[in-house]
């Protein structure tokens, strides 16, 4: 099993709309977890960090459910310029501040 | 000015050559990072280091080098080249106090 799993997509979605991807992690032990941005051919950004009580920034959510070991990330209200590729990264916890990025999932949003 | 920089931006070079990547960085960090990223594969690990005096191996290391010259300063090499290192390599900073790492913009390396 990968450490931090995520669907690819691409996930195709209209300006307006409402998109969520999941990410899974198998290191119950993982403290931190985040939400970076990466646009095509550029380096990624972070986008949010990912708290246990969840968080909001403007038109972002990010919940983490430990039960299920997996986070999400909320979009709504979705623009152009949202189009990227978001990937989830988590602290595995291992002494160090090792971070496992996963794969990213591609939002394509459309006129 | 960025914060993070990387030299070369884009690099083609053949097998068996040398090739040294170069990060600086003016944000202060004492932490500094290589990942490579491929396609499907997701960034991944090569070589880490907390401060000057503290360099350690990542994930996939073999095959790689590293050099940090100063705080601000830490190199990657490649001491001969194969096909399969081409990718588009990051360098990354982060803070000792915080988790959130800071990333250059890449080198897109090509090795034929």
Do not use: K, R, V, Y
């Given at each position: 099993r990968k450490e931090v799993e995520q669907d690819p997509g691409p996930f195709n979605v209209p300006e307006g709309a409402t998109v969520a991807f999941n990410c899974t992690y198998s290191n119950s032990a993982s403290q931190s977890f985040f939400w970076y941005r990466q646009d095509c051919r550029k380096e990624p950004k972070l986008l949010m960090s990912v708290y246990s009580s969840g968080n909001e920034d403007g038109r972002f959510t990010a919940q983490l459910n430990r039960a299920s070991q997996y986070i999400s990330l909320l979009i709504r209200d979705s623009k152009l310029s949202d189009s990227a590729t978001y990937l989830c990264v988590v602290?595995?916890?291992?002494?160090?501040q090792k971070l496992v990025f996963g794969t990213g999932t591609r939002l394509l949003v459309s006129p | 000015d960025a914060d993070v920089t990387q030299t070369p931006r884009n690099r083609i070079t053949k097998t068996g050559k040398r090739i040294m990547l170069e990060c600086s960085q003016t944000k202060g960090h004492d932490r500094m990072y290589w990942y490579r990223q491929d396609p499907g594969l997701g960034l991944r690990l090569i070589y880490y280091s907390f401060d000057v005096k503290d360099i350690n191996k990542g994930e996939i290391s073999d095959g790689y080098s590293v050099s940090r010259q100063a705080q601000a300063k830490f190199s990657l090499s490649l001491e001969s080249a194969i096909p399969n290192q081409t990718a588009l390599y990051f360098c990354a900073t982060s803070d000792s106090a915080q988790e959130t790492q800071y990333f250059g913009p890449g080198t897109r390396l090509l090795v034929l």
């Open positions: 602290n595995m916890n291992t002494g160090f | -």
